[in-house]
């Protein structure tokens, strides 16, 4: 049990890094600052997430476990506002004037 | 168990840190911020990861503030701040092309 | 450990290659965007260093509080402005005085003793006198109590300096620098959603600081970052300075602080002496205390001074 538990939190984390070298590349190397901010999401919803969810078998319940939770939930709602604002912010700054609605 | 762990953090850091990159090259000021919001994500995953490596107290909770706080500097930046007087003026923010000042 | 030597080597690098990179970016936006990020790295250096408590402060603050306060001054900047671009004099002496500073700095570093001196043992063995866990608000609150202490005034000085820039037809109105006119969408959700989880982390700072890092400021500088929050999208209205609600709150810790250090004269023998087996208790009130007090100066730093036109009723 203690192997596999060990074994999930290697392949979990491993993941979440993968997704960490993902949103960067695509940060680094996606076209346009619309594309590069959906990289960024992922690396803040998946990255983190996998982690958190790595991380999950080996610290405390319940405190432990339940503070990991809490702040992937917060990333997740800073980044589905950094998100709108940012890319509000982009699209006006580009084009010089409103998005559609 | 925890070397890995360690070297994990480690990866995140070093992934995201090339990220630093668009901060320096921009183009636009969101492109910086998102590798900002980018490296904050990261630093997360970093503590949380370093938090249960070296069981250190008060690395998670620094984790749950950067978490928390995550989305500020994206709602600082596109706070359109009121100008003397109290009186709001979206364009007086910085990076708008069309700004009149 | 070659790993961590290669780690805090990486970590260094970055740093120095930000501030360098922050000093000479050509748009104040892109600089306190530099700066931000120096921050937070700066915050993994201090938890490097096991200063959590350090850690902590630079977070709340680097991330929560100093994004407005330098954006907001980077916003109202006119820009390229003559004023705004110094000199080749100025900037040669700034130059000068912050080598001097670091060679300082340096030279400090050099020369402690390989077994520098240290307190952290005597600090340790009294903390089970305190009631306390941590050494850190042992130090803050009981054997340096009398620097947090005045430390806590400042906080109601530097606001009554801010206040003091105000026009004479603008007192007693209601600050007006945070208000944005239309706030999006996203953000009112934010400022709907976030504000209770971060009372929530504010007040389990403050609490766990007997403990644990944490402590008034870092609850109260959340709290803080929580209003402000609120105060941006026009959720809240900022208080009038003339009320006296605000202002209660504002001196209630340091007023605390500085009566039961008055009243340690008689309790426990000397200015700001805890009576025996009250230590606890007594920390806690003032650190519950200071943290509101804070957490209202800070956010009334942020709202700037007030303005008369800013509320319905001039």
Redesign the interface.
């Given at each position: 049990m203690t192997i596999a538990l060990t074994l999930f939190t290697i392949i979990t984390v491993a993941l979440g890094v993968v997704f960490f070298l993902a949103g960067t590349v695509g940060l680094l190397r996606f076209p346009d600052t619309l594309t590069r901010l959906h990289a960024l999401t992922k690396a803040d919803n998946l990255g983190l997430g996998l982690v958190v969810l790595g991380l999950l078998p080996q610290v405390a319940w319940p405190f432990g476990g339940l503070k990991l939770i809490a702040v992937w939930l917060l990333a997740l709602l800073a980044g589905a506002t950094v998100g709108p604002l940012l890319g509000h912010a982009a699209w006006t700054q580009e084009r010089g004037r409103e998005p559609p609605p | 168990?925890s070397e890995?762990?360690?070297?994990?953090a480690?990866?995140?850091?070093?992934?995201?840190?090339?990220?630093?990159?668009?901060?320096?090259r921009?183009p636009?000021?969101?492109?910086?911020?998102?590798?900002?919001?980018?490296?904050?994500?990261?630093?997360?995953?970093?503590?949380?990861?370093?938090g249960?490596a070296t069981d250190?107290?008060?690395?998670?909770?620094?984790?749950?503030?950067?978490?928390?706080?995550?989305?500020?500097?994206?709602?600082?930046?596109?706070?359109?701040?009121?100008?003397?007087?109290?009186r709001?003026?979206?364009v007086?923010?910085?990076?708008?092309?069309?700004?009149p000042? | 450990m070659s790993v961590a030597l290669a780690a805090d080597a990486g970590l260094a690098l970055l740093i120095l290659g930000l501030a360098v990179w922050t000093s000479i970016a050509r748009t104040a936006g892109g600089a306190v965007i530099g700066f931000m990020a120096y921050g937070l790295l700066v915050a993994l250096v201090w938890v490097r260093l096991a200063a959590v408590d350090v850690a902590l402060t630079e977070a709340a603050l680097g991330s929560g509080l100093t994004g407005f306060v330098l954006l907001g001054a980077a916003a109202r900047l006119p820009r390229d402005a003559p004023a705004a671009r110094p000199g080749w004099g100025l900037r040669l002496a700034a130059g000068v005085v912050s080598a001097a500073v670091a060679a300082g700095l340096a030279a400090v570093v050099l020369l402690l003793p390989v077994s520098a001196p240290t307190l952290a043992p005597a600090a340790t063995a009294n903390l089970p006198a305190l009631g306390l866990g941590n050494p850190v608000t042992g130090v803050l609150i009981a054997y340096r109590a009398i620097d947090t202490l005045l430390e806590s005034v400042v906080l109601v000085l530097a606001l009554i300096g801010l206040w003091s820039l105000a026009r004479d037809g603008d007192w007693g109105g209601r600050p007006g620098a945070l208000r944005s006119a239309d706030p999006s969408p996203a953000l009112v959700l934010l400022a709907q959603v976030l504000p209770p989880l971060g009372i929530l982390v504010g007040i389990y700072l403050f609490w766990t600081g007997a403990i644990a890092p944490g402590g008034a400021f870092q609850g109260g500088t959340v709290l803080a970052a929580m209003w402000v929050l609120t105060l941006v999208t026009g959720l809240t209205r900022p208080p009038r300075v003339g009320g006296r609600g605000v202002r209660l709150l504002l001196v209630a810790g340091p007023a605390l602080f500085l009566a039961i250090g008055v009243a340690g004269f008689w309790l426990g023998g000397a200015f700001l002496a805890y009576p025996a087996g009250y230590a606890k208790p007594l920390i806690l009130a003032i650190e519950a205390a200071l943290t509101l007090s804070i957490a209202v100066a800070l956010g009334l730093l942020l709202a700037g001074p007030p303005l008369a036109q800013s509320g319905p009723r001039a």
């Open positions: - | 168990m890995f762990l360690l070297i994990a480690l990866c995140v850091l070093g992934t995201v840190a090339l990220g630093l990159v668009v901060i320096l921009g636009t000021e969101a492109d910086r911020l998102s590798a900002a919001q980018l490296l904050g994500t990261g630093g997360v995953a970093a503590l949380l990861l370093l249960v250190t107290t008060g690395v998670a909770d620094l984790a749950l503030v950067l978490a928390l706080l995550a989305a500020f500097a994206a709602v600082a930046f596109i706070t359109p701040f009121g100008t003397n007087g109290g709001a003026d979206p007086a923010q910085p990076d708008r092309p069309q700004d000042e | -």
